[in-house]
């Protein structure tokens, strides 16, 4: 078997216009084989700018036999980086364990070593619920709708700090917040500032509200940054340790930034006993390496769409439960190829992992273009794990080609 072409199409909300890249629209990768097989990728909603950096890929492997799924990424994942420059080799190999797995008639969680459970536990991800406000009080409301969603989810993680609209809202939030990104292109990416104490308190309030809520039988993560200083981030920790917080993310990096900096994190970790998270912005095992070994964090949570794929995060796991450290991958925004990858790869983790990051597809027509998903999908907080070859997930071709960009309308030819 042979690649004899790798396609892209951006599937969005705009479909007749080429140029109008909206929220919510994914790049798709889609292997072509002379064996009559296809295999599928997919990108997170918010990169279509990414589609020519695949294409970038493809002269590297035509030709190429697609079930040696390492060979290949042997030619193309050093040419990746950091989120979201890696999303493109991500897909890529997700959509390689396609192929591999529909030409073994084989689930893919086969091929990654089979499944250590039947069904794989997530969080609510982006199923979330606008606030009215920042206030204590709506955060409150926000968590009791949350915990009441049909999906019955046992974690339920909400944006605080500079991962939500307090410091634009709050008075005397922080002393020197300014907001310096392009959220299209990197949400709170720039956000960064020491907190003054009527900011970090405000904080405390917000949780200790939606802990009320949650009380002992939901745990409660906290998306915080990135931004915050050590100090900062050491006080909050310790505030935290009353309420069993699951975990606080990326609360010094994270989300577009470039680098680890495991010796910061590590000091925040020695300091209290509230678990610290990071990692969806980590492209590749070798960047993980430092904050394991140094003990640096309590939970990781690269993304299967831009670690590197979907065995790089395997990889990823293992080394971490090596090192004691728990495993809570970030989910593929907006991405039903992407939830499909997630739930073969964390069915065969080792039992360091805890729960991924739910996607919901956006919008929902999605639901209408796709077979192979249950309905429902999420069950008392869990996903069954399927065992259909490859991710499991194939399109109604003829639905799906009404969703196409005008630019892309040969993908499924």
Not at 191 to 206: A, K
Not at 213 to 241: H, K, N, Q, Y
Request: aromatic fraction near 10%.
């Amino acid at each position: 078997m042979k690649i004899i072409d790798i396609k892209v199409a951006v599937i969005g909300d705009r479909p007749d216009d080429p140029n109008a890249f909206d929220t919510h629209c994914s790049p798709i990768v889609r292997i072509v084989t002379d064996a009559g097989i296809d295999g599928y990728g997919q990108v997170e909603s918010s990169k279509p700018y990414l589609k020519p950096h695949i294409l970038y890929y493809r002269d590297a492997l035509i030709g190429m036999d697609p079930t040696d799924v390492e060979r290949c990424m042997l030619r193309i994942r050093r040419r990746g980086s950091f989120k979201p420059w890696g999303a493109s080799v991500s897909a890529i190999e997700m959509a390689l364990w396609d192929v591999a797995g529909k030409a073994a008639n084989l689930p893919v969680h086969k091929l990654l070593g089979g499944k250590v459970r039947d069904k794989v536990r997530v969080y609510n991800g982006n199923v979330r619920f606008p606030l009215r406000d920042q206030s204590p009080e709506a955060y409150a409301e926000n968590m009791q709708m949350m915990k009441e969603s049909p999906e019955g989810f046992t974690i339920i993680k909400q944006g605080v700090s500079y991962h939500s609209g307090m410091p634009d809202s709050v008075p005397n939030f922080a002393y020197s917040y300014d907001r310096v990104d392009d959220p299209s292109r990197g949400g709170f990416a720039g956000s960064r500032g020491l907190l003054t104490e009527q900011g970090l308190n405000h904080i405390i309030r917000c949780v200790e509200a939606m802990k009320k809520v949650t009380g002992e039988s939901i745990g409660l993560a906290l998306d915080c940054g990135p931004g915050w200083t050590i100090p900062d981030a050491i006080r909050f920790g310790r505030a935290m340790e009353p309420h069993n917080i699951m975990w606080i993310e990326d609360i010094l990096t994270g989300d577009y930034v470039p680098w680890v900096n495991a010796s910061a994190y590590r000091e925040v970790t020695q300091a209290t006993s509230t678990p610290v998270h990071t990692g969806e912005q980590i492209y590749l095992r070798h960047h993980f390496k430092e904050l394991f070994e140094k003990q640096a964090v309590r939970v990781v949570g690269p993304d299967p769409a831009d670690v590197g794929g979907l065995a790089e995060l395997k990889w990823v796991a293992e080394y971490a439960d090596l090192h004691g450290i728990l495993m809570a991958p970030h989910g593929t925004l907006d991405g039903v190829i992407g939830l499909a990858g997630l739930v073969q790869v964390s069915a065969t983790l080792p039992h360091n992992f805890i729960a991924f990051e739910y996607p919901v597809a956006r919008p929902p027509w999605w639901y209408d273009i796709v077979d192979g998903l249950p309905d429902p999908i999420v069950k008392d907080g869990f996903i069954d794990v399927w065992d259909r070859p490859g991710l499991g997930v194939t399109f109604r071709v003829n639905e799906a080609r009404k969703h196409l960009h005008a630019s892309d309308r040969g993908f499924f030819d």
